[in-house]
Nanobody, 122 residues
Framework: QVQFVESGGGLVQPGGSLRLSCVASGFSFHAYAIGWFRQAPGKEREGVLCISSSDDITYYTAGVNGRFTISRDNAKNTAYLQMNSLNPEDTAVYYC???????????????WGQGTQVTVSS
């Protein structure tokens, strides 16, 4: 069965950095796009950015281009989200998921992990 395990979240001060990991299993990881989403309290889950099976990157959230980047290691069935210059507006639970093609809409993705909490606060 398809599974995702996100990790690497935590409490960080404004301006700090975090690297999130997403370990996937149960499908042909290399053949799918991997998207990172986030959900802040009281808000809808939103697409942040995505990496296609051919390593093309698409950004969906304003303000993260230049601060966030995504990468993947197909040998490890793992995707990464490097987040720099974090600010309190980045506070959310971060999730990863897979789809045939990149999309910023959560409904294109059918399976989700538990997510990892990122809190940016002084």
């Amino acid at each position: 069965q398809v599974q995702f395990v996100e990790s690497g979240g935590g409490l960080v001060q404004p301006g700090g950095s975090l690297r999130l990991s997403c370990v996937a299993s149960g499908f042909s990881f290399h053949a799918y796009a991997i998207g990172w989403f986030r959900q802040a309290p009281g808000k809808e889950r939103e697409g942040v950015l995505c990496i296609s099976s051919s390593d093309d990157i698409t950004y969906y959230t304003a303000g993260v281009n230049g601060r966030f980047t995504i990468s993947r290691d197909n040998a490890k069935n793992t995707a990464y989200l490097q987040m720099n210059s974090l600010n309190p507006e980045d506070t959310a639970v971060y999730y990863c998921a897979a789809s045939d093609l990149c999309s910023g809409y959560r409904y294109y993705y059918s399976s989700w992990g538990q997510g990892t909490q990122v809190t940016v606060s002084s």
